[in-house]
């Protein structure tokens, strides 16, 4: 499953800064996902700290349901049959 795979070098529990470099962007959109609650965090003290199973999945779930819903791709649902 990806979940073994994805972001295996990271650890359990990552910084802002780790976000940065896990996703590949910057400061300011680090700190946009965490204020708008996309990316589920905790804080201790003044520190933010992501567990590593959020970021996975807000990668696997949140980040593509956001890129459908704002796509003008048309997007099939399968009806059952049974």
């Not at 959109?29 to 965490?34: C, F, N, S």
């Not at 590593?52 to 049959?81: F, H, W």
């Amino acid at each position: 499953m990806a979940d073994n795979i994805i972001f295996s070098k990271f650890p359990d529990v990552l910084t802002i800064n780790d976000m940065q470099k896990a996703l590949g962007i910057g400061r300011s959109m680090a700190y946009r996902l965490i204020r708008s609650g996309k990316v589920r965090h905790l804080r201790i003290g003044k520190a933010i700290k992501i567990p590593k199973q959020d970021l996975i999945d807000y990668t696997l779930g949140g980040c593509y349901s956001d890129m459908v819903a704002t796509s003008n791709l048309p997007v099939r649902i399968k009806e059952d049959t049974s």
